[in-house]
């Protein structure tokens, strides 16, 4: 069984909205007539859709300008040894489905324009097999080379409004991990988009892979590092925000010096940054 946090989460925002474990609520950032803030209830990652603010829980406590409690520290201590790891699944058959789905007329059409307004490649959409559900793009975690055979970890979705949700069952992996593995210089997004958008821009010189969100734990990283252990450069490109920095400066921290930072203009992500300036931002050191 897992472990929500929702007592938790209701303290801080009220009364949550939706059936899912994704759940609204009005963002105590900003004045907010309809529920924009999406936050999950196992994690405590959070974002609101209006204002683009966004974290994990702690940084929510912290804007609010409340004091997370001893109690609520054991309450998320709980949270993680009660948490049990979902039933691996792959995803491969509902990738493919949703590919073909994407090749329709009107997945084609909604699928081009997401591409066209991020300065994305066709080819882009093709490599990373992109689908169509009828109301939101998908994006799979593929794990190995052999698109239509091989393996999904994970299945991410973005609808017409930019919400994003994943398939039930699905495992935090690197997305695009198969064409970083025994590569020397790598680019490691935040994201889908991001990573989508370096990987039309950034080939053959790099590698260019992603992670679902900045906020990765040691532990993950650590378990992560093997899929680059032949790299000699690494280049974080995160979103320009604290959670980034914190997420670049971890990974530093299990990488070793091979990291450096790739840090878009003061509050943009990659995506955002090539479409201002058409180049990456400057690499730090």
Request: aromatic fraction near 10%; glycine fraction near 10%.
């Amino acid at each position: 069984m897992t472990y929500q946090l929702t007592e938790t989460i209701e303290s801080l925002l009220g009364e949550l909205t939706g059936n899912g474990i994704n759940a609204m609520a009005h963002c105590p950032l900003h004045e907010d007539r309809t529920p924009s803030l999406s936050i999950h209830q196992e994690e405590g990652v959070w974002m609101c859709h209006a204002c683009g603010a966004r974290g994990d829980l702690s940084r929510l406590f912290e804007l609010v300008g409340e004091e997370m409690s001893s109690e609520i520290r054991w309450d998320m201590a709980i949270r993680s040894v009660k948490d049990v790891p979902p039933t691996e699944r792959n995803f491969a058959p509902l990738a493919n489905l949703l590919y073909n789905q994407g090749l329709s007329d009107e997945g084609d059409r909604v699928i081009r324009s997401f591409l066209r307004e991020r300065d994305i490649t066709i080819d882009a959409r093709h490599h990373f097999f992109l689908g169509w559900d009828g109301g939101r793009i998908s994006f799979p975690y593929w794990d190995d080379d052999s698109r239509k055979r091989g393996s999904v970890n994970a299945i991410k979705y973005r609808d017409l409004q930019g919400r994003k949700s994943y398939e039930e069952g699905s495992r935090r992996s690197i997305y695009n991990v198969e064409q970083i593995r025994g590569t020397g210089r790598v680019i490691i997004c935040e994201g889908e988009s991001d990573t989508l958008v370096a990987w039309s821009h950034a080939l053959p010189e790099y590698g260019v892979c992603g992670i679902p969100g900045a906020s990765v734990s040691r532990g993950q990283w650590e378990i992560w590092a093997l899929d680059f252990l032949f790299a000699d450069e690494i280049l974080m490109a995160f979103d320009a925000d604290k959670a980034g920095d914190k997420g670049a400066a971890l990974a530093r921290e299990v990488l070793g010096d091979k990291v450096r930072r790739m840090r878009p203009e003061e509050g943009l992500d990659i995506s955002s940054h090539w479409q201002k300036y058409r180049s990456f931002p400057d690499v730090q050191g």
